[in-house]
């Protein structure tokens, strides 16, 4: 009795046994010969082979699968991962986050399908709408949209200009002022203090190189907008005289505005654009005037142009009018004047219109060029001009009074002898204690 149970209990055991080996052979072949930790540590070693973008992509349909829910470990997932793009380690391929989750599903329905029993037909239907209901579940990263699709710069063409001006030809000189005190009284001058305005530079077009004094300012201050020389004397004797003198070297270009330039910048200034003595910007007959003449227009550049023109055609030059260097509103009214009242009616216009503008004082010749060499003094060379302030563009300049309807000095000038002393032509002043003070000043070119 004993004997045959135990026989019993060994047939027992060499049938489980048997059928254990049996089935395994049949249903995990998959498996081969290695353990779970040694195919883990496989397929991080054959992912690192591959290519770094590869090996990301790996990354991401391992956590997509854990995400799932899928029965594989993150790290058979990450194996089944790398062996599907090993076959395509030498051809780059970027593969969204949204459809790596897609493949990875797919991917752990393939791979449950190895590790499962054969099923019949009804069986596999039920597996294949389990598999699309847990690939529904896959988290979606919202989609970008390729860079394609966001909108770029427009490319400048080649005729486009690149910068508001050019600069031509240069010339420099020696402007020199010299300004003359003389006691003329029978006692002593003391304690004098003159205000003189110096050579100031805030155009593209002339540039300030250099300036020396005979006798040091004891200041430089701006006053209305003007660079100014602050001088102290002590004393001067009766009869007794003295020669106060500035130097200045400068240079001037030719310059060109392009019209067709486009701004970059919307900036702009504030100061320039109210009423000013001879600049009557708010006077009724100027506002209305400068209606009609930028009626319709619609950039800054294409006003200015516009007022300059009217001005050049519509003022005619008379150096003997009674009416000559007395402003914007009675050039207006008159008709008539000389280059201040050109410049003045023309800033007044565009201030009227919102324009910043202002009038440039200085030099240039009459149409014939300076001596090339020596020095010559520049009285009847005094001339008076505009700059306008267009956003994007800066200071542009005009010469009303050289222009004419056919030739219109409008962002460019007639060539590169203009000098500039100031923007507000700004007088000398000074005070003294006794003697009689008389002061002279004149302006040269060496």
């Not at 008159?334 to 007044?348: H, I, M, N, P, Q």
């Not at 216009?349 to 149409?367: E, F, K, Q, S």
């Not at 590169?416 to 070119?445: C, E, F």
Request: a neutral charge; one cysteine or more.
């Amino acid at each position: 009795m004993g004997k045959s149970f135990n026989r019993i209990v060994v047939t027992v055991l060499a049938v489980l046994l048997i059928g254990s080996s049996a089935v395994a052979k049949r249903y995990l072949p998959a498996l081969g010969r290695g353990s779970g930790p040694a195919l883990a540590e496989a397929a991080v070693t054959h992912t690192e082979r591959v290519s770094k973008h590869q090996a990301a992509n790996a990354c991401w349909t391992a956590w997509a699968a854990a995400e799932a829910g899928g029965k594989e470990t993150a790290a058979e997932v990450a194996r089944a991962a790398a062996n599907g793009t090993a076959e395509q380690a030498n051809v780059p391929v970027q593969v969204d986050k949204p459809q790596a989750a897609k493949q990875t599903a797919g991917h752990a329905g393939s791979r449950e399908s190895k590790l499962q029993p054969p099923q019949d037909k009804t069986e596999q239907a039920a597996a294949d709408k389990k598999q699309q209901a847990v690939a529904a579940t896959v988290p979606q990263e919202p989609e970008v949209q390729p860079a394609a699709s966001v909108a770029a710069p427009q490319p400048e063409t080649a005729d486009t200009p690149r910068h508001p001006y050019t600069l031509g030809a240069a010339r420099e000189f020696n402007f020199t002022s010299t300004v003359l005190f003389r006691n003329e009284g029978n006692t002593t001058a003391r304690n004098i203090r003159v205000q003189i305005p110096l050579v100031t530079d805030d155009s593209p077009y002339f540039s300030l190189e250099g300036e020396t004094f005979s006798t040091e300012p004891a200041e430089i201050v701006t006053v209305d907008g003007t660079r100014t020389g602050i001088f102290r004397l002590e004393a001067l004797e009766a009869g007794e005289e003295l020669a106060l003198t500035i130097r200045t070297k400068v240079k001037t270009s030719d310059i060109t505005f392009y019209a067709d330039y486009v701004p970059r910048e919307n900036n702009t200034v504030t100061a320039f654009l109210g009423a000013a003595a001879g600049i009557e910007s708010t006077h009724g007959e100027i506002v209305d005037l400068a209606g009609k003449i930028t009626a319709g227009i619609s950039t800054d550049w294409e006003k200015a142009h516009a007022i300059t023109k009217w001005t050049a055609t519509h003022i005619k030059y008379n150096a003997n009018a009674a009416t000559r260097n007395s402003g914007a509103l009675a050039a207006l009214q008159s008709r008539t004047g000389v280059c201040e009242d050109y410049a003045k009616l023309s800033v007044a216009l565009a201030r009227a219109a919102g324009i910043p503008a202002r009038v440039v004082y200085g030099y240039t010749d009459n149409g014939n060029k300076w001596p090339a060499g020596g020095a010559f003094p520049l009285q009847g060379y005094r001339h008076a001009w505009v700059e306008y302030y267009l956003a994007g563009r800066g200071w542009v300049p005009a010469d009303p009074t050289r222009s004419t309807a056919n030739k219109l000095y409008f962002g460019s000038l007639p060539h590169n002898r203009y000098i500039i002393q100031n923007y507000t032509n700004l007088s000398l002043k000074g005070s003294y204690a006794g003697g009689k003070l008389t002061v002279t000043w004149t302006d040269a070119l060496e």
